[in-house]
């Protein structure tokens, strides 16, 4: 099993900044794709950033020049920092990573128990 735990939530004002982090623990052989969605009140979970094994990196539309997601694969952790934000990005975020427990390398999804970013206007 693999944990994934969030933090660098909070309140912050529209213009203001927050980095996320998140850390994978557990028997872990190896982590491809790790990324963060979030889920607005009355929305569905979405994409935010991915980030690969190889440092190439992914980003939905309206948080690109915003958002940016990086990765230190020795300490298993994704980071997301988050620049300009604007109520719209309220939201919990939750991250997420594809990561192998076994020597066979399969793969499979985990998530985070997520975070909540508040912007006020």
């Known amino acids: 099993q693999v944990q994934l735990v969030e933090t660098g939530g909070g309140l912050v004002q529209a213009g203001g900044s927050l980095r996320l982090s998140c850390v994978a623990s557990?028997?872990?052989?190896?982590?491809?794709?790790m990324g963060w969605y979030r889920q607005a009140p009355g929305n569905q979970r979405e994409l935010v950033a991915t980030?690969?094994?190889?440092?190439?990196?992914n980003y939905v539309d309206p948080v690109k020049g915003r958002f940016t997601i990086s990765r230190d694969n020795a300490k298993n952790t994704v980071f997301l920092q988050m620049n300009s934000l604007t109520p719209e990005d309220t939201a919990v975020y939750y991250c997420?990573?594809?990561?192998?427990?076994?020597?066979?390398?399969?793969?499979?999804?985990?998530w985070g128990q997520g975070t909540q970013v508040t912007v006020s206007s």
């Open positions: 557990g028997t872990i052989f190896s982590i491809s794709r």
């Open positions: 980030i690969a094994a190889d440092g190439s990196t």
């Open positions: 997420n990573c594809w990561a192998a427990t076994n020597p066979q390398r399969v793969k499979y999804e985990y």
